[in-house]
Every structure is written in C-alpha cells, then in structure tokens.
C-alpha cells in the first residue's frame, strides 16, 4: 500500500481563521514533507520531518505551523493567512531521510478569502 | 543555477505514439537519484520512475522508461504507445545524496495526448 491521505481536500477560510491540515500514512515511512504548490509551477518544500523531529524548514512564514504527533501523522496549522497562501498544499513521505521516491497524497486546494 | 531543466513547456502527441519528454540536471555530488512525476489535474503527484546515478542500465516501468544519459547529464522519460489518460503534467525531480531529503524539481512539461 504506498497510500498518503490528506484532509480535507477542499479548504475555504477567512484571513482570521485558524483551521488544519491534515496528513497520514502507514508505509512505516519515517520522512514526512509539506509542499505548496501554485497552479503550472512545480511544488515548493516547505518543511521536512525526520523521525518526528523537523529537519528542513525553507523560510516559511510563521503563519504555517507544522507539528508531526507520530510518525504516522503530520499536521500543518493555519492562522492569519493572506490570499496569496491560497495554493494546493501537498503531504508526502518517503522511506527515510535517506530514502528514494517520494509518495505524494491527493493534496488539499486551500482559498484564502 | 537550476538543478533540473525541462525545456519543453507543453508537447502534443498522437494516440499510440510515444512521446520523449526532456529533462537535464546539475550536480557535482556522484551520488544522486532521478525522478519523474506525473500529475494530473486532479493534483495528485504521482511516482513514476527512479534512476540512480549508479545504475547501470535505464529504468523502465511498463510503458515508462528513463533514457540515462550521465556524461551529458540528462534522464529524458519515454512514454511508449500513449493513451488519452496520459494527458497531465510531468515533473521531473533529483535528490543529491549530500542534501539528504530535499528534492529539487524542474518546472514541468504539460502533455496532451490527443485522440
């Protein structure tokens, strides 16, 4: 099973909400990414978890707030977003830090309005 | 400078045909990975195929395979025989050994297959 879910798919929120996202796997996969991704570029790294602890965070504004509960879960938390925050959000994860291909979820379409 | 180069923004082919899809790579490191991705409108990214930079031969998964070219440092994707579902966004990625877990992706190649 090489399966990654993400909740929700869809996600519409004002620019004073708080929501999450959620991601989950259970290939044993010990690395765990969250991609933005605008429409026709390629995804952009934003944080990278490693045996639960946070190994890359590419400058990402403190408004997005990852959190890895266990090695299964990965949250990505949402406060004070602006409209230019609205992309496709993608989870993925791989076997270990060291590992091959990543495998992606469906990812969630996030609106800022 | 850019890690991958895809240079072809958006290809066309016939039903049935096969269909190259361009992809070059800057490293210094010998130990690295290539990857392709296809990602339909739907968003999900979807894996495709691996090559190692230690590999031998090209990879080839059912109707895809890598043409591994190392001393020009490129790894162009061949889609044999394509099909209406084929029609996507194709990203072309690589992991260096000495940056561990990042992956540098190009800028994609959007494929149309028409019937």
Redesign the interface.
């Known amino acids: 099973d090489t399966e990654v879910t993400q909740t929700p798919k869809h996600l519409v929120m004002g620019m004073t909400n708080k929501k999450s996202l959620k991601c989950e796997q259970h290939m044993g996969h010990r690395a765990m990414y969250w991609y933005k991704q605008k429409a026709k570029k390629p995804p952009e790294l934003m944080f990278v978890y490693s045996y639960e602890k946070l190994s890359i965070n590419e400058s990402v504004p403190s408004r997005f707030s990852p959190e890895c509960p266990n090695s299964s879960l990965l949250n990505l938390h949402l406060h004070a977003l602006q409209p230019e925050d609205s992309a496709l959000y993608l989870c993925a994860s791989s076997q270990d830090s060291q590992g091959y291909e990543q495998y992606f979820g469906p990812g969630t379409r996030l609106t800022v309005t | 400078a850019q890690k991958i180069t895809q240079t072809q923004p958006g290809m066309f082919v016939q039903e049935k045909e096969a269909v190259t899809l361009d992809c070059t790579y800057d490293t210094s490191d010998p130990s690295y990975?290539l990857?392709w991705?296809k990602q339909p409108s739907?968003?999900?990214?979807?894996?495709l195929i691996?090559q190692g930079s230690y590999d031998q031969q090209n990879a080839t998964e059912g109707r895809y395979s890598l043409n591994f070219q190392k001393a020009r440092k490129s790894a162009n994707l061949v889609i044999s025989a394509s099909q209406l579902g084929d029609s996507a966004?194709y990203?072309c990625a690589m992991?260096e050994?000495y940056t561990?877990?990042?992956?540098y992706?190009?800028?994609?190649t959007?494929l149309t297959v028409i019937p």
């Open positions: 990975g990857f991705y739907s968003g999900e990214m979807i894996f691996y966004m990203f992991r050994a561990g877990n990042q992956f992706f190009g800028t994609g959007s």
